[in-house]
C-alpha cells in the first residue's frame, strides 16, 4: 500500500478496553494516524494495532444493547427471508453476542467470532460459532465441516480487518456461484459530511468508500451489485456483493460511486479539508466544556462508545471536564474509560436530572435516546456535525 497521512489523532488507548484502576498504570497506547491509499482509494490507519489486543475474551461491546440495532437485524432478516432466499445457508462474520444470528434457523446458520466470551455466548444459544478471526484458514475449516454458504453476512466487521484481500479471497472461497455476500459498514462519504472523526479508533483500521471497495472487491473476484445506504451506526453502508460480475448491476451503485466523486473521496485534497474540520471541532468542543465548567454544571457523558475514546483522548478530556459516563452495558459499569480514565457508572445511578448537560456519546442513537429519556430536563449536546447544544 502506498499510503499518504493525512490526519494525527494522537495517542490513542484500546478503545473498548475498560479498565480497574490498578490496570491504568500498565495501559497500552499507540499512535492513530490516518491515511488515504493511492492505489485503491481506501482511507485507512498508517498503523495497526494487532487484532488479539483488541479482540479477545474480555471484549465489552455488546451489538443488543440498543433496540435500533435489535429491530435494524430483525428487519433486515425478515426481508432476506422473504424477498431473496427462504432458507439460505448462513455465515455470520463477526457475530458478537448474536443480535444478528438469533433471527436465523440454527441448523442451517454458523457463526465466526473471535472474542471467546461472545463466541461461548452464541454456542450456548445453539448457533455453532468458530471462535477465530476470519482468514483463509477459518474459510477452509467452515467449508470442510459445512460445504459452501448461500449468505455470508458481516456488520461492522469488515472494516475491523487490516488485511482486506485476505478476508475477501476467505469469503469468495465459502460462497456458492450464487451467494450474496452482504456487509455493512460505516461510511467515509457520511464521515465527512458529519465530521463525525470518532469513526476512527483502533478497531476501525478502515473507513470504507464504495470506491475503495469496488477496487478492493475486484482484485479479490467479488464485484458489488448493489448498495443500499443505512441511518444506523452514523450513516453505513450495506454492500451486496456476488462472484458473478455484474451483468445486472443495480443502478444504486453508479449512484453511490458518482456521489462519492463528486464530493471528492478519490481526492486528497477533500481529506485535508476534513482534517482540517476535525481540529476546529476539538477547539470548539474544549470551549463548551469549559465554559460549563466555568458555570459550575454539572457535564456527563451518554454511552461509553468506542467512538468517544478517540473524541476524549484526542482533545484531552477527562472526569475535570465529563465527571462520570452512563452506560447499560454491563461489563463497561464500575470500570474506567480507556485512556482518560473517566468512570462509567450505570444510566440508574447517574442518569437523572442533576445533570445540567449530556454529550451524546452514542450520538448515533441520538433519536432512541431522546425517546427514551423524555423526562430529562438537563442538555444533550453533541459534536455532529457541528459542536452544538440540541
Ligand atoms: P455504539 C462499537 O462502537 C464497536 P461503539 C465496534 N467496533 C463497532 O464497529 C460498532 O460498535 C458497531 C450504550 N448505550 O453502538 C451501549 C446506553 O448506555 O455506538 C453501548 O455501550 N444507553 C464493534 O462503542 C454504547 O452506548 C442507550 O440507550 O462506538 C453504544 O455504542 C443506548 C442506545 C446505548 O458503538
New binding site residues.
Given amino acids: 500500500m502506498d499510503k499518504i497521512k493525512f490526519l494525527d489523532l494522537g495517542r490513542q488507548p484500546i478503545a ?1 478496553r475498560f479498565l480497574n484502576e490498578d490496570e491504568f498504570e500498565n495501559e497500552f497506547f499507540y499512535n492513530l494516524g490516518v491515511g488515504f491509499d493511492q492505489d485503491t482509494g481506501l482511507v485507512t490507519q498508517m498503523d495497526y494495532v494487532d487484532a488479539p489486543m483488541m479482540f479477545n475474551d474480555e471484549y465489552a ?3 443488543s ?2 433496540k ?2 435489535r429491530d435494524h437485524f430483525a428487519k433486515f432478516s425478515k426481508h432476506f427471508k422473504g424477498n431473496i432466499h427462504r432458507n439460505p445457508k448462513v455465515l455470520e462474520i463477526g457475530s ?1 453476542d448474536g443480535v444478528f444470528i438469533k433471527n436465523w434457523n440454527k441448523k442451517t446458520t454458523f457463526a465466526v467470532e473471535p472474542c471467546g466470551n461472545f463466541a461461548q455466548e452464541t454456542n450456548d444459544m445453539g448457533y455453532e460459532t468458530y471462535a477465530e478471526f476470519w482468514d483463509m484458514d477459518t474459510s477452509a475449516e467452515i467449508l470442510e465441516d459445512h460445504g459452501k454458504m448461500d449468505l455470508v453476512f458481516s456488520a ?1 466487521c469488515m ?2 480487518i487490516p488485511d482486506l484481500d485476505g478476508a475477501f479471497q476467505a469469503v469468495k472461497n465459502i460462497l456458492t456461484d450464487n451467494g450474496l455476500f452482504i456487509f455493512e459498514d460505516p461510511s467515509l462519504q457520511r464521515m465527512i459530511a458529519l465530521n463525525s472523526y470518532d469513526q476512527i479508533y483502533d ?2 483500521p478502515h473507513v470504507f468508500s464504495v470506491i475503495a471497495l469496488q477496487n478492493l472487491l475486484n482484485r479479490n473476484g467479488l464485484y458489488v451489485a448493489k448498495v443500499e445506504k443505512l441511518e444506523v ?1 452514523g450513516g453505513s453502508n450495506r454492500i451486496y456483493a456476488k462472484k458473478i460480475s455484474n451483468v445486472n448491476q443495480h443502478t444504486s451503485v453508479e449512484d453511490h460511486l458518482t456521489l462519492e466523486r463528486n464530493v471528492g473521496l478519490d481526492k486528497l485534497s477533500v481529506l485535508d479539508n476534513f482534517a482540517e474540520k476535525v481540529r476546529t471541532s476539538k477547539d470548539h468542543l474544549l470551549k463548551i466544556l469549559r465554559r460549563l465548567k466555568n458555570e459550575n454544571k454539572k457535564v456527563i457523558s ?7 475514546a478517540t473524541i476524549f483522548n484526542y482533545c484531552q478530556i477527562g472526569s475535570e471536564l465529563i465527571q462520570y459516563i ?4 454491563p461489563e ?1 459499569q464500575k470500570k474506567y474509560s480507556p485512556g482518560m480514565h473517566i468512570p462509567i457508572i450505570p ?1 440508574e445511578e447517574g442518569f437523572n436530572n442533576s445533570v445540567d448537560y449530556a454529550f451524546l ?2 450520538w ?2 441520538a433519536k ?2 431522546k425517546n ?1 429519556e423524555n423526562n430529562f430536563t438537563g442538555k444533550f449536546f453533541t459534536h455532529v456535525p457541528t459542536v452544538r447544544i440540541l
Fill in positions: 473498548n461491546y455488546r451489538g444493547m440498543s435500533t440495532m458478537n461492522n472494516c475491523h478497531e476501525h451506526h451518554y454511552g461509553a462508545t468506542s467512538k468517544s452512563t452506560d447499560t452495558t463497561k444510566p456519546g452514542a448515533n442513537f432512541e435516546i427514551k
